[in-house]
């Protein structure tokens, strides 16, 4: 398996994650479509690292991982914040800053 | 077909192995990635988002990172996912997608923008020049994790830091918003048991199922008359049952000689929204029953 493989399935899970934040309205499966991108990203710096045979790029990968742990964490504490005034998890509700 | 050459061509065991496995797992984590994008209900998202993390993760073995596979394990499909979880049932498991279009033809955009992106994205990597694995890459084993230690401690130790005060800073802003301040005075039991006594409801609740055919949670219990306890059923599963398009729970009385309403129907689901209300009206103007009841009787 060349590496070129591996960088097209995470083209296409990092696709797949775009197309679903755009289209998906309640807010947490936007959350889990942006993790489903960066997982796509740390596929493709798995498969560079192994291309260029060095551990850089599973490296940065685990700075990724650690990174979208924290997004996660504060992303989903501001979504319960809002569901608890709002009583609503659609992206379609809070639109105070609108106008 | 260029698969089916890549196999063919794939001359010792390891590698066959190993484009077996990434075929697999690749139809595997796409499936599951379109699967979670279509399915309306965020708990079915988030199970198939385990399937696509766990098919990565393996991917990542093949590779040779197994550090990282077994950091994708626990970190995101058990902890990432798992507060996915737990916050979809404080939000609400009833709460689902709802299938509104709110801008006028913004799906139809998106499934063009989608496809722009994987052509560019395509393009891109065509034209990139991707050689192949290079020799002695893949670093399995203590290797790999003494590797990565070595960089993390040295060369990327400055963003190994930052890291810790990006973990701190999350953890407190996670604090501070779920957090809620108490507007009023923390009930007592003493308080509890005097609104309970003035609530004209001194007892608990009663439980589903007591006396009724079978004792699961969304079969309500039976009052001494034969009648159903409308209180036992939990709102939650009514309105579920209501949503399946079960047509409301369906009682069936224990007293069958009684001829009376041999099977009736809760409305609790009828105070959970507007749209339920509406398909709760709906299933009961139906009557389903009607036809149940002449048979019967």
């Known amino acids: ?99 | 077909m260029i698969h089916g050459g890549v196999l063919a061509a794939a001359s010792h065991a390891a590698s066959a192995a190993e484009s077996t496995a990434f075929w697999v797992l690749a139809v595997v984590a796409v499936a599951a990635a379109l699967g979670m994008i279509l399915t309306p209900r965020a708990v079915h998202c988030a199970v198939l988002l385990a399937i696509v993390m766990l098919s990565l993760a393996v991917l990542y073995a093949l590779q040779g990172a197994p550090f990282l596979a077994f950091v994708q394990v626990i970190v995101y499909t058990g902890a990432v996912l798992m507060l996915f979880l737990f916050v979809l049932m404080i939000v609400g498991v009833s709460a689902a997608d709802s299938l509104v279009e709110t801008i006028k033809g913004q799906r139809m955009a998106a499934g063009v923008a989608g496809i722009g992106m994987l052509v560019l994205l395509s393009l891109v990597i065509g034209h990139a020049a991707l050689g192949p694995a290079a020799a002695g890459g893949a670093k399995y084993g203590a290797t790999n994790i003494n590797g990565i230690a070595a960089l993390i401690f040295t060369r990327y130790v400055f963003p190994f830091e930052v890291t810790a005060a990006l973990l701190i800073t999350a953890a407190l802003g996670a604090m501070v918003l779920a957090h809620r301040e108490r507007t009023s005075p923390k009930p007592t039991q003493r308080s509890l048991s005097r609104l309970r006594m003035v609530s004209g409801r001194p007892a608990p609740l009663p439980g589903p199922g007591t006396y009724a055919r079978h004792n699961a949670v969304d079969m309500p219990a039976l009052l001494p008359d034969g009648s159903p306890a409308r209180l036992s059923v939990s709102p939650v599963i009514a309105a579920r049952r209501t949503e399946l398009g079960r047509g409301g729970i369906q009682i069936e009385s224990a007293s069958q000689g009684a001829g009376q309403g041999t099977s009736q129907q809760i409305s609790e689901g009828a105070s959970q929204g507007p749209g339920q209300a509406v398909r709760q009206g709906a299933s009961q103007g139906k009557g389903p029953d009607a036809g149940q009841e002449d048979t019967r009787s």
């Open chain 1, 1 to 99: 398996m060349s590496p070129g493989h591996y960088v097209a399935l995470a083209v296409i899970l990092f696709v797949i994650g775009a197309v679903g934040v755009l289209v998906r309205r309640n807010a947490m499966v936007v959350f889990m479509c942006v993790e489903l991108m960066l997982n796509a990203v740390n596929l493709a710096f798995v498969a560079f690292a192994r291309m260029h045979g060095s551990l850089d790029g599973q490296v940065i990968a685990f700075f990724v991982m650690v990174v979208a742990a924290a997004e996660v964490v504060v992303g989903l504490a501001i979504l319960m914040a809002i569901f608890r005034t709002r009583q609503s998890a659609s992206v379609d509700d809070p639109n105070l800053l609108k106008y």
